[in-house]
């Protein structure tokens, strides 16, 4: 039975991604694994790391649950909007203050690179955004994706990871629409 953590980082309420969220959770339930669901916005907790590695900034208990949550799942499904081509401040904040040494990784001493703590785990990439995806990977070079696939989680060992670019959104009539709401469906379904 496949453990899936559903991380909602859209900060706007009722948006297309609630949607998504439901299809995919729905669907992989409905296929046996076992779901949990986060969503950020509801998290108590400070989205400025303001002491950086320098310092110890103590985790607030959404932020202590969310780690046990990460810990727990096989597979990490974030569900999130393109905002100046990478995600938004919820987001990173979110992933600056839970994936610490120590948790998501480590450095040890005398070895030139660090060590991926969060290896086994896969994860998918559901982006909404509003430009064709097309553009976005070959004119602006997709650096949202390439932040999130190697800069973050690979480097904490998390891979494959899978990604759904929706969208354009302004341009994402109803028959569109339940058409990405199916192919979640099928996602959730497989635990991919």
Known sequence: MKKILIIHAHPVMDSFAD????????????????????????????LN??????????????????QQLIDWADHLVFIYPNWWTTFPALLKGFMDR????????????????????LIGKTARLVVTMDKPSWYYRWVEGAPGHKAMRKGIL??????????SSVGPMRELDEAKRVRWLKKMETYGAKGI
């Open 19 to 46: 949607q998504l969220s439901d299809a995919y959770a729905n669907a992989a339930q409905g296929a046996g694994s076992q779901v949990q669901l986060l969503i950020l916005r509801d998290l108590n907790f400070e």
């Open 98 to 117: 839970t994936l610490l040494p120590g948790f998501a990784f480590k450095y040890k001493n005398g070895r030139k690179y660090h060590e991926k703590l």
């Open 154 to 163: 690979g480097f904490c060992g998390i891979k494959p990871v899978y990604i």
């Open 49 to 66: 790391f303001s002491q950086g590695y320098r310092g110890r900034q103590e985790l607030e208990p959404d932020l202590q649950h969310a």
